[in-house]
């Protein structure tokens, strides 16, 4: 049957393709331009690498989520219970980078829009659904702790929202539906007249999901308009506003019941930005301030039961570049971070370090301020040592003060050795990560099982710190061929943890956890066939000293394919992987990983061009796992099979 409804979604798009062009005589040649997977490797000033995926690659995946926008990106792992939507913050829904990102309550990575925070403040670790992709440019994967970037993580991504850079407007709509009752509508506009630029974008996604409570329903809508003051200031202001609901359908090695299968997360947020920039001729930056609220409130969940959760985070982010003398370059800033909120459960009610004789009690409570404060400066320079190689050291040091932890400094250093096709680099950081909200917070959802406020050590903690060490190669074989590699390691030293034997109220946080070491490979490669074909090719390789890390597969290979055949686009992604740990990495000293086998997973899209709806319009239908395979990303939650979507996208 499922092979049938494939069928007959391809019938529909080339019948509906063959109507359109009925009358056309000869068919255009048009060059992709498009890299298929991920857009480009980036070595910053400061030989820092980061992955750049565009919104033409999210395009090409059929991706409706950034999980799904980032799943063949090399050293990235995504977990997730549903085809549609992210249950919670845990291994229902996350992206992990070369192993960091697994860790809860709190982690190591963290997720921003156009610069700003964004992700749940009160459990410190990313929620994907917050984070929509229509009305985003581009996705930038920082695979490292980078501070002359941002703080506070062992690495992060920041979506860029679209906007104009001509005159004129320019728009974009996207409508799909397909297996499972999926259904999308996504729209985006950007434009610009004189001194002012514009975009807006909105976006709806629904799926009933494969199997029961496995449905999605995400809403989403956010804008950003400029204005050129002068010649050199500017200034902007934007917002974003997020509705999700997605449910658990459980683990389907266990019967579905009330403590598997039947729970609810909502989720939303709100983000308002403003900011002033200037760009004179050596010197340029931009202030901006922010203000988030958000909630995640779970129901039925077979952990928390009905457990609520409101954040709010306000800030700011002050960044300064300045070109001192010739070649040379200097940066220097101020982020400041406040996270707020409440939380409400079960057990909330309860004093923090009564046993209660197993007494739980309902309640709310209110969460003390977390500031974090860093200030950050670094500085390049290239230096020519031939007529053929240039060469850049670099260094700098990010600063850090918080109200609750100790101050630490986190220097790094780097170099490149540049010539016309080659970069050679390397890069040491010494990171922190700082314990938030989660600390307080645990020991006021579980408050039974803790030591009262003073003995639990939930403010006497340290930060985690992650010594990276990273060298690699860029090199531009031909103008047509291209190949990255490089070669990492960190060092996780002082992991914030915390032991409770639940049948006492004896809970403690502490950096007892064992220092554990994860290196690894990660190699790219890109080569243009022809004017109408791509390949790209990626391969991870990791290990770690502490074999209980969670979404770590030892190897993953990913191989993407894009070109045309007449007027028909083809994009075809493929990424095998081997066997991992898939539960999350619980902060908890009791945590027990569970396994989860290797897999290979296909999908194709294929597109016909309809230029009579507008210039680069088309009809399209998206496979995934082409190959109907058995897969799971976590535990017991088998994605779906063979499925599809047929879709129409409309530009002017």
Known sequence: ??????????????????????????????????????????????????????????????????????????????????????????????????????????????????GVPLYMGIWNHPLMDLLPINGIQSIDVYKSAQPQVNGNNFGSINLTSKRANLEGVVGESNFSAGSF?????????????????????????SSAGDRSNSDGNLKNAMGRIGMKINSSWSSTASFLSVNNEVGDPGDSRYAISSTNGIARNTSSVQLLTASIAHDHENWKGEFKVFTTQGKNNLTDDPTWGTFNTNFKITGFKWKEEFVPWNNAQIIAGIDQDDISGDIYGSKVGGTVGNLNGYTFISGTADLPSFKIISTYIGVNQKFNISEQW?????????????????????????FQFISSNITVFGNYVQAYLYPGAETYALTRAMPNFFYADGSNGWNSINPTQDNHSEIGLSWDITNKSKLDVSVFSDEIKDRYIYTVSYSAADGLWSNSSSNYRISGLELSAKHEISN???????????????????????????VGVNGQVDNYKISLDAQTQSSMYSTSQDRSSTYAPTYVDGFTVANIRVARQ???????????LMVNNLFDKSYAYTTGYTMPGRNARIGLITRF
């Open 181 to 205: 009752s999926t259904r999308t509508a996504n729209a985006n506009l950007v434009g610009k007249k004189d001194d002012v630029d514009y975009s807006i974008a909105a976006g709806y996604i």
């Open 610 to 620: 309809l230029e009579t709806l507008g210039k680069n319009s088309e009809m399209y």
């Open 390 to 414: 240039l060469f850049q050291p670099s260094t700098g040091v990010r600063y850090y003060y918080s109200n609750h932890y100790d101050a630490k400094a986190s220097p790094h250093a780097g």
């Open 1 to 114: 049957m499922r092979k049938d409804r494939i069928a007959l979604a391809v019938a529909v798009v080339c019948s509906c393709s063959n109507l359109v062009f009925a009358e056309e005589q000869t068919l255009k040649e048009v060059v992709i331009t498009a890299s298929p997977v991920i857009e480009s490797n980036q070595i910053d000033g400061f030989s820092s690498y980061s992955t750049s995926v565009s919104s033409e690659q999210i395009k090409d995946l059929g991706a409706l989520d950034l999980a799904a926008g980032l799943r063949m990106t090399p050293g990235v792992q995504i977990s997730r219970y549903n085809e549609v939507g992210s249950y919670n913050g845990n291994a229902g829904g996350a992206v992990h980078i070369r192993g960091m990102g697994a860790s809860r309550p709190g982690s190591e990575i963290k997720t921003y829009l156009d």
């Open 532 to 558: 109408l074909w791509k390949i790209f090719a990626g391969f991870t390789y990791l290990d770690s000293s502490l074999s209980t890390v969670p979404f770590i597969p030892k190897t993953s290979f990913t």
